[in-house]
């Protein structure tokens, strides 16, 4: 039996799915076949991105069509008023290349400007207004990975989105539930209050949701490109939807904004070349660092929980040194050779009681695994920062090898909460992912871009591609692309299986962060024999979308079987 048809009947059993042979019309988590592949958490998503393959285009302009789409039906997760990091992998070229646009601070801020009376604010105080809105760089993005990399011009790839925001889709209960969630937010600003309540309530499912608003920036989009967004009218109303409600934004912040192509992070690991998002994510160093610790255990070997002990202990440890030394690269420089040193992770893996848990790990100091001469100041340790857990991935391939994996997002569900009069989409409160008081590497500062977790993954083998993986999730974003390439390679489980196992989200907390049910399972009474403790509030972590590239030359893609109202994998032809 085929790896593939491994892959597919293992999905069978866990999730009680069928692929359907029409893959375009049954919504699925899991489908093989060849040519293009995609996996979102929508399902007019997925369909956008397999229309604009079938049309031609290649992975880049599938993927813009298919994030644009989830603007419309996902937008407490993304959209337009936010940012993301977009991994691509060119087949021709044999190279992978990350197009960076975060939002970035407006000119306007300090490192006080989260700070009242000498004290950090509360952030419930924060996010619900414009001084939690960075300058959008999502739109900058595209512009970037379509003008290089794609084949197709905004008004192809915007098509299948404004074709939604124009017709409607029907809401959802997870929907529905995401802006009950969210009235107190919402009410606050009367476009937000039109679009998403009614008398004052939230949208009931099976509403068929209409944004005609949105449909009308994407027109403008296709029609004036790139500038539109950032000159013009809809930058005049972004300035005065953030200035309105608090914040301080300009037309000249809009104006220069930029994104960043930089160098991805690569790592190895059991054989595997991983390439991961570079700083200001701080998603592929810590990964990475991660992987490198664990590859000193023989995990295979072990009893699972005694596996999962050693992933929650290096996931500690990662996460100690990300919080001290990560940050915008252009605003500090980070120890990255030391923190992706194998030697410094053999130190670090000393550290690990293979029977007993850490109560909270310290930095390290990575800068003796440097091989620079200089003597840099050792930063104090920093507290975890809380991070909104509200973004949204999705993955594509073409039929020419050419892979993307793309993490985007407006920060919490329904970012800032600020609906663009006119326009028809959500601004993000991405400022709040900044430390609120320091010394700290990612507090505020002028156009500098806040510390993320986003990990948009791609796996290579033997120089071909072997799996992407990504998913939204704050800085549980990282232990849930950790732990699925944990799951994977170490515990030997499929990607269905590894994607939809229960997550355990260890970053140096008080207590690990764990899904529902999962602490009065079996599973949970083995790892507390090491001393792992659950947090008290179990909830949903993340939505994860993967491609798997079989050796038979199919394509697995696989999204989520129960988390966030399932997922959807689509190909362009089914396996039969």
């Known amino acids: 039996m085929s790896q593939s048809a491994r892959i597919v009947l293992a999905a069978s059993l866990v999730l009680s799915i069928t692929v ?81 646009h975060r939002e970035t601070a407006p000119a306007s801020f300090t490192p006080a400007v989260f700070q009242q009376n000498g004290k ?51 809401v959802n209960d997870n929907f529905s539930h995401l802006v009950q969630e969210n009235e107190t937010k919402f009410t606050r600003f009367p476009a937000t209050a039109a679009l998403y309540l009614k008398n004052g309530k939230a949208i009931a499912a099976g509403t068929t949701l209409r944004n005609p608003d949105l449909a009308k920036a994407y027109r403008e989009l296709a029609a004036g490109g790139v500038k539109v967004f950032y000159t013009g009218k809809m930058a005049a109303a972004v300035v005065g939807a953030v200035n309105g409600n608090g914040g301080a934004i300009t037309l000249a912040d809009l104006a220069n904004y930029e994104a960043r192509l930089r160098q991805p992070v690569h790592s190895t690991y059991r054989g595997y070349d991983i390439y991961g998002m570079p700083l200001p994510s701080s998603g592929g160093v810590a990964v990475a660092q991660a992987l490198n610790i664990l590859e000193g255990y023989d995990l295979k070997a072990m009893p699972r929980a005694s596996a999962e002990h050693l992933y929650l202990e290096a996931s500690r440890l990662a996460f100690a040194d990300r919080n001290a030394y990560l940050a915008d690269p252009e605003y ?98 991405e400022m709040t992912d900044f430390d609120f008081s320091g010394p700290a590497p990612n507090v505020p500062e002028a156009g500098k871009r806040p510390r993320s977790s986003m990990s948009p993954t791609i796996a290579f083998k033997d120089g071909k591609p072997a799996f992407s993986i990504g998913s939204p999730g704050g800085a549980t974003i990282i232990t849930t692309v950790l732990q699925t390439i944990f799951n994977y390679i170490d515990l030997g489980m499929t990607m269905p299986q590894a994607l939809n196992a229960p997550r355990l989200s260890e970053r140096n907390g008080m207590a690990t962060d764990v899904e529902p049910g999962f602490a009065d399972s079996a599973q949970a009474r083995a790892l507390e024999k090491t001393g792992q403790h659950w947090s008290k509030t179990p909830q949903e972590i993340g939505a994860a979308n993967a491609l798997v590239f079989n050796p038979d030359g199919t394509v697995t893609a696989v999204s989520e079987g129960h988390r966030h109202g399932v997922g959807s994998a689509l190909v362009q032809r089914s396996a039969h």
């Open 120 to 170: 950090a604010m509360d952030f419930e105080q924060v996010v619900a207004s414009g001084r939690s809105v960075g300058v959008p760089g999502t739109v900058r993005g595209w512009h970037e990975a379509l003008d290089r990399y794609g084949s197709m011009s905004f008004k192809q790839v915007l098509a299948p989105a404004i074709d939604v925001a124009s017709k409607g889709f029907k």
């Open 332 to 429: 500090v420089e980070a120890p990255l050779a030391g923190l992706l040193s194998k030697d410094y992770a053999a130190r670090r893996r000393e550290l690990i009681r293979p029977d007993q848990a850490s109560a909270h790990a310290t930095a390290g100091d990575p800068y003796p695994f440097q091989n620079d001469p200089s003597v840099p100041l050792r930063p104090n340790a920093s507290k975890l920062l809380a991070e909104g857990a509200h973004t949204t991935h999705l993955t594509v391939s073409d039929k020419d090898g050419n892979i993307v994996s793309y993490t985007y997002t407006i920060e919490s569900w329904g970012g800032s909460g600020i609906v663009v009069p006119g326009y028809g989409f959500l601004l993000n409160n």
């Open 20 to 100: 359907s042979s029409t893959p375009a019309v049954a919504k699925t988590p899991v489908a093989t076949g060849t040519g293009g592949a995609v996996a979102t958490i929508s399902e007019p998503a997925s369909q956008a991105a397999i229309a604009i393959l079938n049309k031609g285009g290649n992975a880049v302009d599938a993927a813009v069509a298919a994030a644009a789409t989830l603007g419309v039906t996902d937008p407490f997760s993304c959209g337009i008023g936010g940012g993301g990091f977009m991994l691509i992998y060119l087949a021709k070229d044999k190279r992978v290349i990350s197009i960076d």
